[in-house]
């Protein structure tokens, strides 16, 4: 599955990956301040995306959250795997709008001079990049066992 991907600014203290995050992000403690942003980039897209409004949501929702956290325990969902949404039956990352927001949001973390960069969606082979780091756009995530939708 690819996913959008900020890079290195994902290793930072405040920003995370966008869309598919580990579930120590997502479901985590609300004073995190990487979930705040996550759920801050999920509010901004709602405008656009209104499936991000409903995930958004579900940040408010602490007894959903704590029924959601128990089922992720339950089938032995770690920390560190990384998970996302399904709203109606559909992951986010692949509702068909996804591709064109991001394509618009992401500029906001680029250097200036790459703003305007334009390229096809990368290769990725093993979940590793095929393509030099200025180039990438998305990730893939390896699979459905090991990343888990919500």
Known sequence: MLCPD???LANGKDKCNILVEKKQIVMGNADNIKKQFFYQV?????TTIPEFG???DLNYQKSETKNIIE???RYKIKDADRVSFMVGGRRIVELSEVKKWWEDYRVRF????EKYRTGELPEYAAGKRSTTGKERKWRKI???NQDSQL
């Open 6 to 8: 900020i890079g290195s």
């Open 42 to 46: 999920l509010k901004e897209g709602s």
């Open 54 to 56: 409903i995930c958004e």
């Open 71 to 73: 089922e992720m325990e």
């Open 110 to 113: 680029q250097k200036t001079e």
């Open 142 to 144: 390896n699979s459905i």
